[in-house]
């Protein structure tokens, strides 16, 4: 029998880092930093690397692909280090931030393995 588990995760969302942030170089003003550039392997100097009409920065924003032009999506997963109570979300293979949590305790330990969620909650 398979069992789901369903994770809420409160706040992630929200609290995730804007793309391209004050602080952060923008050689080509397309609202990815030149430092997530690099990451994710688009043109420092071109605000369209995949010449689809849509900047790198928008597409990041909405999770496309800015590598291809025919609307991919770059997938999304979160890990969560239990040792380090610490949750990596991750674009594509680009870690995008890092947040403390609190897992499960020795009595009722957070399961290990690889999950879908089903549902997200703002401050359960
Ligand atoms: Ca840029
Ligand atoms: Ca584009």
Redo the contacts with the bound molecule.
Sequence with gaps: MQRFFLISIAVLLLSLPQVGGAADLDADSDGLSDLLEAKFKTDIVN??????????G??INHG?D?LK?DGAKLKKRIEVNVKTQKLHYFLGEVNMGEYPVSTGKTSTPTPKGSFIIKNKALRP
């Design positions: 605000p369209d690397s995949d010449s689809d009409g849509y900047v790198d928008l597409e496309y800015p032009g």
